[in-house]
């Protein structure tokens, strides 16, 4: 029962925390492979929420912080930004679990 | 002799010899696979430096000071079976001898007697025709460095940057089919192709994108997401030089001279930083939503959802996006 995601009053992803899509569509579940190449089980990154440091922003185009950080409105009101660093790697149990949901 | 996994009939993925593993690591193997098929094989480089040798000959039997160099994609290796290769031809001349070429090249039937056209006045004017033989295209020009040198910058990148050319030859693919793969035809440039995937690379939040072996995979469908979805076209223009950034595209404006106004997809020519790579791409809009579109189907393809469609095993994510055409393979084969 742990799999099954409650319902939620707005579209929150409780797994990387962003607005706009559901856990089962958390693009997280196929970046987490990152570096994963082979079939088997994924490859951790040492500092998966390392970031890189001259952060530069695809929306407002500033320096200082990314893109999915910004507080500018958008290009397109229905675009969400989602998260490029990694916030949890999912373990066999979790991936079984998925598949059985 | 099925290989590309179709039932009967053509399926347009030749690059598909095996069966990949489940959602985004099947992705990285196909793209590992296509590009090995999609590369070009010794005997079609030799047939393209004999190409270039036949008119090369011409060249020199005019000029015997002329010197002819390769760019574009030929020199860079970042070439389709089906993409052309450029010349450019360093000359003392007090007019460019375009038609003189032109005439000698048609004597000596080096290009298809109906293939070869001289466009005179093209910003760059050029020579186009068909090799007789090989039914290759090539472009040929007359005293003009930029492609030269942007080979070599591409060059450099390809080192820096491992994955590049996974990447590149995939969109190059991508974009071919769709029309979308030249100015003219409402599309983007092969240079700012280029670029923008350099710039995807450069400014990746997460560092190990330039690592060793990243999975190519969620690399690919990121470029899409970056341009397809999250860039702001209207606001951000992209920067390569200096390690790259973005740049704001009203600061860009203020620095132009009378007026002009930076394109929708503004890139600065690392080359020549008053050159905007991107202007004239009127298609860049249309380029956005194909990315985008690309991103709906491949986020959805390797989604674990998708893992309950029937014949998941022997369908190809990749031949989602790309397909290769019969022609093609057939072009391949002889
Ligand atoms: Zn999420
Ligand atoms: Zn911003």
Redesign the pocket.
């Known amino acids: 029962d742990d799999c099954l995601e409650r319902a939620f009053w707005y579209k929150r992803?409780h797994?990387?925390?962003?607005t706009g899509?559901f856990?089962d569509a958390?693009?997280?579940i196929w970046r987490q492979y990152h570096l994963t190449t082979t079939a088997g089980p994924i490859r951790k990154s040492a500092d998966p929420k390392a970031c890189q440091k001259r952060a530069y922003c695809y929306n407002c185009s500033r320096k200082g912080h990314f893109g999915h950080q910004c507080s500018q409105r958008r290009m397109y009101n229905w675009s969400y930004p989602?998260?490029p660093v990694i916030t949890y790697y999912d373990t066999v149990n979790d991936i079984k679990c998925r598949d059985f949901r | 002799l099925l290989t590309d996994g179709a039932e009967d009939g053509y399926a347009g993925t030749p690059w598909k010899s095996r069966n990949y593993s489940d959602g985004i690591v099947g992705l990285h193997e196909e793209i590992k696979d296509f590009y090995e098929y999609i590369s070009p094989r010794p005997e079609e480089e030799q047939m393209r430096h004999e190409v270039v040798a036949r008119i090369q000959r011409v060249i020199k039997d005019l000029w015997p000071n002329a010197e002819v160099c390769v760019f574009g994609s030929f020199s860079t290796g970042l070439y389709l079976p089906t993409s052309d290769i450029d010349l450019v031809v360093f000359g003392n001349w007090e007019t460019l001898p375009l038609w003189t070429l032109e005439e000698a090249l048609r004597k000596r039937k080096v290009a298809d007697e109906n293939s070869i056209k001289v466009l005179d006045k093209a910003t760059v004017p050029i020579i186009k025709l068909m090799d007789s033989h090989t039914e290759v295209k090539v472009d040929i020009s007359f005293n003009v460095q930029s492609g030269v040198k942007a080979a070599n910058l591409i060059k450099d990148y390809k080192q820096q940057y491992p994955v590049l050319p996974y990447l590149v030859l995939v969109l190059k693919q991508f974009l071919l089919q769709r029309e979308l793969n030249e100015v003219f035809t409402g599309g983007i440039g092969s240079y700012s192709l280029f670029l923008m995937a350099v710039s995807f690379l450069q400014l990746h939040c997460r560092e190990d994108v330039s690592s060793s072996n990243p999975n190519l995979g969620v690399l690919l469908i990121e470029f899409f997401e970056l341009y397809g979805r999250h860039f702001n076209y209207l606001k951000t223009g992209i920067r390569i030089k200096d390690g790259g950034s973005y740049v704001a595209k009203d600061e860009v404006q203020k620095s132009m001279l009378d007026g002009y106004r930076p394109s929708m997809l503004y890139i600065e020519d690392p080359l020549q930083p008053g050159n905007d790579v991107g202007r004239s791409s009127y298609g860049a809009m249309q380029v956005k939503e194909a990315f985008d579109y690309a991103y709906v189907i491949l986020s959805h393809a390797v989604s674990p959802i998708a893992k309950y469609y029937p014949n998941n095993k022997s369908e190809s994510i990749l031949g989602r996006i790309i397909r290769v055409t019969q022609e093609v393979v057939e072009y391949r084969d002889w």
């Open positions: 992803c797994r990387c925390g962003m899509h856990i958390c693009p997280q989602s998260l």
